[in-house]
């Protein structure tokens, strides 16, 4: 099982970006998948969780509105659109898969960085 995630960048305040996890050696119609995120100096946190099958798709407060999590079954592959950032979006972005409790598989993370 391999997760890829990729997108990150240097982007300005108020700009767009977007993440994606290209997922291999695991089927997403049976697997729940999330993205986190951990800032420097702090704890890691959620972002997004879709549920299996993609019926429901919870969001951290900090992030609703702004964040939009969706999936490519096709290409089994994650994405997270990120608009109106801000400089506490800053943070090391992660894709994880697993059963929503268990996050087994984890991608290497990409770095986002908010700055003006």
């Known amino acids: 099982v391999q997760l890829q995630a990729s997108g990150g960048g240097l982007v300005q305040p108020g700009g767009s970006l977007r993440l994606s996890c290209a997922v291999s050696?695991?089927?997403?119609?049976?697997?729940?998948v999330a993205w986190f995120r951990q800032a420097p100096g702090k704890e890691r946190e959620g972002v997004a969780c879709?549920?299996?099958?993609?019926?429901?798709?919870d969001y951290a407060d900090s992030v609703k509105g702004r964040f939009t999590m969706s999936r490519d079954y096709a290409k089994n592959t994650l994405y997270l659109q990120m608009n109106s950032l801000k400089p506490e979006d800053t943070a090391v972005y992660y894709c994880?898969?697993?059963?929503?409790?268990?996050?087994?598989?984890w991608g290497q993370g990409t770095e986002v960085t908010v700055s003006s």
């Open positions: 994880a898969a697993g059963d929503s409790t268990v996050w087994s598989y």
């Open positions: 879709m549920s299996s099958g993609g019926g429901s798709t």
């Open positions: 050696g695991l089927s997403l119609d049976y697997h729940a």
